[in-house]
């Protein structure tokens, strides 16, 4: 097993590369700056430098799962978001097919359940997240849509709750949380599963091993 992470210089991308290299899963670090490399070489990654706004196959070589956790940032702007939310996933989900991934799993947001009813600063980004997350669900590739809800950068609480909409005032997760429930799913095989999560009290492990059990 092979892990290319894409987004590892993000701040969810970090947590997942400390998880990877902490379960001894072999890993590729795709970065679009040199000047990461020693942060992810330390970590043992193998890195590759590649632009998500350009062709970057290159980076699917000798690689058995793919987890993107690339991400626009929140300032900039409809045409970011176009690229990175929508574009680079669609792209990621062709190169995966092409190489036979076995698993792709994508953190996407609780947005992307309903993207129309979200406030018109997240509509745009809600859409092209739900956008993309429906071209990997069609695209033929085993998949897992992580649809985390409001982040944190909080240290992880090992628990969260299951939930399909954005809501007000609703607890937020850690990011920590996130890439461990990202790096598990690649453990644990799980495929072909949409979920959505907040803040919670369920332990992650317990909620994984249900989602195992209704896969079988």
Known sequence: MKVLLIGAHGRTGRHIARQLQHEGIAFK??????????????????????DLTHDF?????????????AGSAETEGVNEERAIDRDAVERTADYAKRRRVQQLVVISAISAYWPEANPLALKHYAKMKRESDDYVQK?????VILRPGPLSDEAASGTIALASERSANVPAVSREDVARIAVESVKRRVKDKV?????????IDDVLDELEALAS
Request: aromatic share 10%; hydrophobic share 50%.
């Open 29 to 50: 670090a795709l970065l679009r700056k040199s000047a990461h490399k020693p942060e992810f070489a330390a970590l043992g990654a193998e890195i590759v430098l590649g």
């Open 57 to 69: 196959s290159h980076a699917f070589d000798d690689i058995t799962h793919v987890i993107y956790a």
């Open 139 to 143: 695209r033929g590739v085993p998949y």
């Open 195 to 203: 979920v959505g999560f907040i803040g919670g009290d369920a332990a």
